[in-house]
């Protein structure tokens, strides 16, 4: 618009020049011959003045046509970005009405987004927590971003946790206005307050996997196995190509990757399993839930030493007595007849704890038999004899 000023100047001389001619004209009582010729001059110039200014006018109206052709492009795309968020995405004025959102935040309050459209947000938080929110108000007219977590009121149904971060926003006429982006938390404030149970299970409220007796369990280095129901058994193999049995994980046990420093490492179920996984990362942020793994982790930590123990026994006969002591503890039930174990372990299971072919656990196994300290049920489970 900077080319205006020069002729809105020109214009206004001009003006100026034409009403001292009209004066000279209204006080003379006989104007001058040169008056008329002189005012049509003028006059001319101011038309050639105005057609000028008509035709910046008219240049200033196409660019801002495309200006604003520009911003709604602009403000389109913006939208479209918007839907593609995850997370609830909100507008609002400065008095905290909403002007628009995604999806994703029409989804999280159970409604569609236009009936959104037009209210306060403030109207849309759970009533026992309007006051602690009226607060937090002041702080965010105040900073450039707050972060707070807040209850909202669902349209016909319960309410739901949202971990809620607000910025302020500044539009191209100076208009303020905020930001909120709503993530959804209620599931994570349900964990959290089921971690301050004296009781907490780990298991509980963790979506469970369910494994076939037999099946190659998937081991990731982010994350724990927490057994919910059956046994699985890990395993090794030496450098001469040999399974090696490093442990039985049963109930409330763990087992990962990130437990050992094995290259090879395997898990197999040796029944039908039911596993949840636990991810490291969350047991890092999480105190109470390291604290629940931590004698848990132990446990498994003192098996491994029991089972290498076994290596360390000069004879085969020694070992397998100690294999057969460290299972009646590990997978041992009572039964009538002594200690039964839950699961059917093979000769050759048996021969890699040991370090021993299978012919000679069979073997052995056989004379124990006979000697009336084992037997077996009619599952072929082994049971050892009181």
């Not at 507008?91 to 409604?111: G, H, K, M, P, Y």
Request: net charge negative; glycine share 4%; proline share 4%.
């Amino acid at each position: 618009m900077s080319d205006m000023n020069p002729l809105s100047h020109r214009i206004e001389k001009i003006h100026g020049r034409l009403s001292e001619l009209y004066r000279h004209a209204i006080a003379s009582p006989s104007p001058s011959p040169e008056l008329l010729p002189t005012a049509l001059i003028e006059l001319g110039i101011v038309s050639e003045a105005l057609q000028l200014v008509m035709n910046e006018l008219a240049r200033q109206n196409e660019k801002l046509a495309s200006m604003q052709s520009n911003i709604d492009s602009e403000h389109q795309r913006y939208q479209e970005l918007s839907e593609l968020l995850l997370d609830g995405y909100i507008v609002t004025d400065a008095a905290f009405i909403i002007e628009e959102l995604n999806s994703a935040a029409a989804a999280l309050f159970n409604t569609q987004p236009q009936l959104l459209i037009g209210k306060p947000l403030p109207s849309l938080i759970f009533n026992e927590d309007r006051a602690a929110f009226q607060t937090k108000l002041s702080q965010i007219q105040q900073r450039h971003r707050v972060d707070l977590t807040v209850r909202f009121q669902r349209y016909h149904a319960d309410f739901f946790s949202a971990s809620v971060s607000v910025s302020t926003t500044q539009s191209f006429d100076n208009k303020t206005g905020f930001r909120w982006i709503l993530r959804d938390v209620t599931e994570r404030k349900r964990a959290e307050s089921a971690l301050d149970c004296a009781d907490y299970d780990p298991c509980q409220d963790r979506p469970i996997q369910f494994y076939s007796k037999g099946d190659i369990i998937p081991l990731d280095p982010s994350k724990l196995w927490l057994v919910s129901r059956g046994v699985v058994k890990l395993s090794t193999m030496s450098d001469r190509g040999e399974e090696m049995l490093m442990g039985l994980v049963r109930d409330s046990m763990v087992f990962g990757s990130s437990l050992t420093a094995l290259q090879t490492y395997e898990a197999i179920a040796l029944s039908k399993v039911q596993l949840v996984s636990i991810s490291l990362t969350e047991v890092s942020q999480s105190p109470r839930l390291a604290q629940v793994l931590l004698p848990l982790i132990t446990q498994r930590l003192r098996q491994t030493e029991s089972f290498l123990s076994i290596y360390g026994q000069l004879r085969v006969e020694d070992r397998l007595h100690h294999l057969l002591d460290l299972l009646k503890r590990e997978i041992g039930q009572p039964v009538e007849n002594g200690i039964r174990l839950c699961v059917r372990l093979t000769h050759q299971d048996f021969a890699s704890a040991c370090c021993t072919t299978r012919v000679t656990i069979t073997r052995l196994l056989g004379k124990l038999q006979q000697e009336g300290n084992i037997m077996f049920d009619s599952h072929n489970h082994l049971i050892l004899k009181h």
